[in-house]
C-alpha cells in the first residue's frame, strides 16, 4: 500500500504504456438493500466508497480480464489505493439502481487513476477519484504492470475511439 | 446527504457558534480483525474509510454526548458528510491496535470538518479529511445545530487550552 | 425482532394464507470479490450469511413485489429473523459466480421459512434454513402479512405447479 | 472450510486434548453504531453473525494467545466454520452495549464448539451455537490443533476451576 515512486530513467517501452483518459465507457450497476441503509432511512455512508471500489473491481476484470483476486494471486500483481477523494452530493437509496460510471482518468508507468459517478434515477448521487500504485503483490514494492495486461487495457478503452463519429485518442500523457 | 450553503447574512448568534480548530486531542482505536483483510493478507481499503466514520461517530458521542443514532433519533440532527479526502500511507493489518486520531479542523454554521489519522506501531498509515453538513433529519434540509451541542462540543474541545501550558484558544473563523 | 407468537384461534381467512413449499425455483447469483475474501483466500465467513440476506430480499422482491425497503417503509410490515442455521460445506472463492437457490419452505400466519443453497461450479458450498416473523414495522408486534402480499407470494411460488409436468402443488400446512 | 472427519484411531496422546464445556467465563462488548443499524433503527440481522465471529475470534486471541491472523500465518493453523446456530430474542441497537459471553462447549480432536451469547441492558437479544474445524491452512485438510495452543486453552478455560468455590472440571468427552 505504499507508493514508491522512485522514479529514475523511463525505458522507450515504457514510455508506450502511458495512456491517457479512457474514451469508452463502463457501468457498472448496483442494487442498493435494506442492509445498506442506516436508520436515516439511506445508504450509510461508508457503503458508497465500497461499491465504488466494487465497481472498480468490475472495471478491472472487464479492461484487463482479471478481477483483483486473480491479479493478485495468479499473476503476482498488487494495485492497492495510495488516494481517494469522493464528493457526496445526494442520498443513496434502494428506490431505484444505482448505476456506477467508472472511467480511467490516466494509466501511468507506477500508477492508475479511476473516477466514479454514482447515479440513481438521473441525479448525480456521488462522485470520487481514486489512484491504485501497481506493486509485486508479495513483496509490496512498486513496479510496472504485465505489457499484456497495459496492452488488453489499452485496446478495451480505445475500443469506441474507432468508430466512426467516436473520439479520437487522446495523447499519451507522462 | 444534500448540502445547500444557502448563505445569506449571518446572525450575531449564530456568529458565535463558530469554532476553529481542536485544541484537545481524541483517540478511537480499533481491533483489526482478519475478516477485515483481504488475501493480500492487509485490511481491505473499504475497511479504512468506515473506520475514519467510526472514529468519528466515537468523537461525536465523546465531544458532544450524543452517537448519529441518538443525534438522528432523539435530537433531530442528520449530519451527512458531504465530502470524504484520504491518503492512504501503510497497509494496516491486525499485527496491532490501530489508533485513530480525530481532529476538529472547523466546526461552522452548516458544517463541521473533521480529520483523522491512523497509526499504527507508531506509523502513520492513512489520513483523512470529512466535511459533514448539518440538516434536519426528516427533512434533510441545511439547519444549524442546536446551541446545547454546540456549547458541549466548544467546551470539550476546548479544555486542554485553558490548562497551564495549554495551546490556546484559535479565534474564530468564517 | 421479537416474535410474540399470540397464537389464538385462526379465523378461515387466515387459514387459507398458509402456503406449503414453494414449487418454482429462485435464483439470486452474486459476484464474489477481492474484499469478500479473507487472508485464508476464501470468502469471510461472516459474509455468508450476508449473502444469504441478500437472496432473501432478491426473493421478496421477485415473489412479492416489495423488497425490505419498500415492506418496511411503504407498507409497514417487518420481517424480522428469529432464527438461522446453516452448514459451510465447501470454500466459497471469486473463481466462479456463487448460484444462491431460495425456496419458501413455508408461509405461516406468523412465520415464513426460507432455505437457501449456494453453489460454485457444481459444488454446494453452503446451506441454510432462515426463519421470519412478521410484525407492524413501528411497533414490532405480530401481525398477519397482507392479503395482497400473501396472494402475490402464493401465485408466485406455484407457477410452475399449473404447467404441464409441473410439480403439483402441495396441501396447506399449519 | 471443508470438513473432511476421516476418524480413525485416536492416539491416547489425542485422546488427552479432548477438553470439555469451558468452566471460566468470556465477555467481548461491543459497540453498536449507526451505520450497523438498517432503516427499522435495530441493528441489521446480518451484523450479528459478524458479531459473533469477532468475539470469536476475541476468546482465541484471549485463550490460545493468537488471534485467527496469527493462526494462519503465523501457526499455519485454519479454523473454518462448518456449522452456526442462532436465535434471534430480542433487537439490538446503539442504546447499550453489547455484551457477547463466549463459552467453549467442546474442544475434540478434530473440532471447537464455541457459544455465544449477545445481552443489552440485561435482555437476552441472541444466542448462537458455532462449530469449526481445525485445518492445514495451506491445504485446508483436516488435522489436529498444537498440542501447545490445546494445552493453552485448557490452562485458561479451566482457570476459575482451581480457585476456591470455582465450579469444578468437567470430565473430558469423546
Redesign the interface.
Given at each position: 500500500?505504499?507508493a514508491h515512486h522512485t522514479g529514475g530513467e523511463r525505458s522507450p517501452r515504457l514510455h508506450l504504456l502511458t495512456e491517457a483518459e479512457q474514451t469508452t465507457s463502463f457501468v457498472h450497476t448496483v442494487?442498493v438493500?435494506?442492509?445498506d441503509?442506516?436508520?436515516?432511512?439511506?445508504a450509510?455512508?461508508?457503503r458508497i466508497?465500497?461499491w465504488c471500489?466494487?465497481a472498480i473491481?468490475?472495471w478491472w476484470k472487464h479492461h484487463a480480464g482479471f478481477?483483483?483476486?486473480?491479479l493478485?494471486?495468479d499473476r503476482g500483481l498488487?494495485t492497492?489505493?495510495?488516494?481517494?477523494?469522493?464528493?457526496?452530493?445526494?442520498?443513496?437509496?434502494?428506490?431505484h439502481p444505482l448505476v456506477c460510471e467508472v472511467i480511467m482518468k490516466r494509466l501511468g508507468h507506477r500508477s492508475i487513476t479511476l473516477v466514479v459517478a454514482g447515479v440513481q434515477d438521473g441525479i448525480l448521487c456521488f462522485e470520487g477519484e481514486f489512484v491504485s500504485v501497481f506493486v509485486d503483490?508479495k513483496a509490496?514494492k512498486a513496479r510496472t504492470p504485465p505489457p499484456d495486461i497495459v496492452e488488453r487495457i489499452q485496446q478495451t478503452t480505445r475500443r469506441r475511439a474507432a468508430e466512426p463519429g467516436g473520439r479520437p485518442p487522446q495523447p499519451p500523457t507522462a
Open positions: 500500500m505504499t442494487t438493500r435494506f442492509g441503509c442506516d436508520p436515516a432511512a439511506i450509510y455512508t461508508a466508497p465500497a471500489l466494487e473491481e468490475a478481477d483483483w483476486y486473480e493478485n494471486i498488487g492497492p489505493f495510495v488516494h481517494m477523494r469522493m464528493d457526496f452530493r445526494a442520498p443513496v437509496t434502494p428506490r503483490a509490496m
